[in-house]
């Protein structure tokens, strides 16, 4: 056994809720964007951190990995209260889907790609470069953690994508048809920015321009809220903003800028 593996868990029992397709959001993001780091890998391994007193998003998880990209994908499901490891065991399907206790560590894995949900919003804001720096540090050559989080039923949501360097991306979503406003989406904001969502941060300007370009898209609300949502991020790239990806993933409510993003 690697002896990493045999290590004290590093990090705190989150609360632990969670609800069926709660991450469905970020889910399908990682199908479309991690694709090729998954299909290409020598070991598909994939480390679920943190997925609460229920199995049921590892579950999903590994099921829309295995069906979109590789049914050979691995996913292992990590947690440090051994309480929650036995209880997630009658959902185990190994080898493709297993259970295991372990925090930041990693367990001693080498996975290809992390996913980390709704955990480092329970810690201070201080301690998240250490726990990035801790995960990247374990992940396979080339590997990434996708660290973030949302609310209880997955309506809105944000999250980074991290390699060994550091953030890559902020990608902030939400689902149309039962958004009121973008500025909702600050309440979820990552722990490493939800603190930075004053004026003069460009996390807070980012938001503020998105919102004025939802308000000044209300016309398009007669075509229905993708878009509203299409010609609001729209406006964001015209205006400046260095938004990515296209418009086949704006049309699923979401909004991908590089990391750091600078002011237009």
């Given at each position: 056994?690697?002896?990493?593996?045999?290590?004290?868990?590093?990090?705190?029992?989150?609360?632990g809720?969670?609800?069926?397709?709660?991450?469905?959001?970020?889910?399908?993001?990682?199908?479309?964007?991690?694709?090729?780091?998954?299909?290409?890998?020598?070991?598909?391994?994939?480390?679920?951190?943190?997925?609460?007193?229920?199995?049921?998003?590892?579950?999903?998880?590994?099921?829309?990995?295995?069906?979109?990209?590789?049914?050979?994908?691995?996913?292992?499901g990590?947690?440090?209260?051994?309480?929650?490891?036995?209880?997630?065991?009658?959902?185990?399907?190994?080898?493709?889907l297993?259970?295991?206790?372990?925090?930041?560590?990693?367990?001693g894995?080498?996975?290809?790609?992390v996913?980390?949900?709704?955990?480092?919003?329970?810690?201070?804001?201080?301690?998240?470069?250490?726990?990035?720096?801790?995960?990247?540090?374990?992940?396979?050559?080339?590997?990434?953690?996708?660290?973030?989080?949302?609310?209880?039923?997955?309506?809105?949501?944000?999250w980074?994508?991290?390699?060994?360097?550091?953030?890559?991306?902020?990608?902030?979503?939400?689902?149309?048809?039962?958004?009121?406003?973008?500025?909702?989406?600050?309440?979820?904001?990552?722990?490493?920015?939800i603190?930075?969502?004053?004026?003069?941060?460009p996390?807070h300007?980012?938001?503020?321009?998105?919102?004025?370009?939802?308000?000044?898209?209300?016309p398009?609300?007669?075509?229905g809220?993708?878009?509203?949502?299409?010609?609001?991020?729209?406006?964001?790239?015209?205006?400046?903003?260095?938004?990515?990806?296209?418009?086949?993933?704006w049309?699923?409510?979401?909004?991908?800028?590089?990391?750091?993003?600078?002011?237009?």
């Open positions: 056994m690697n002896p990493a593996a045999r290590r004290r868990p590093l990090g705190v029992v989150t609360r809720t969670t609800n069926p397709n709660r991450l469905r959001r970020v889910d399908n993001w990682i199908v479309a964007t991690c694709a090729d780091l998954l299909s290409t890998a020598d070991d598909p391994l994939v480390v679920d951190l943190g997925y609460g007193a229920n199995p049921v998003t590892a579950v999903e998880l590994r099921a829309r990995l295995a069906a979109k990209v590789r049914p050979d994908v691995r996913l292992v990590l947690e440090i209260d051994p309480a929650r490891v036995a209880a997630a065991a009658s959902a185990a399907d190994p080898p493709g297993t259970f295991a206790r372990g925090g930041f560590e990693l367990a894995l080498r996975p290809v790609l996913r980390a949900f709704n955990v480092l919003r329970q810690y201070d804001e201080s301690e998240v470069p250490d726990a990035w720096r801790t995960m990247t540090a374990a992940l396979a050559p080339g590997g990434v953690l996708v660290e973030g989080t949302c609310d209880e039923l997955g309506r809105l949501a944000s980074l994508l991290i390699d060994a360097d550091g953030p890559r991306t902020l990608t902030l979503a939400a689902k149309l048809t039962t958004l009121g406003s973008p500025a909702e989406l600050a309440e979820r904001l990552p722990k490493a920015l603190h930075h969502n004053v004026p003069g941060e996390v300007a980012l938001i503020r321009a998105l919102d004025d370009a939802w308000q000044a898209a209300a398009y609300a007669t075509f809220p993708r878009q509203r949502w299409l010609r609001a991020v729209t406006h964001l790239r015209e205006t400046g903003w260095p938004i990515l990806n296209n418009p086949t993933r049309r699923q409510g979401e909004l991908t800028l590089p990391w750091p993003h600078p002011h237009p």
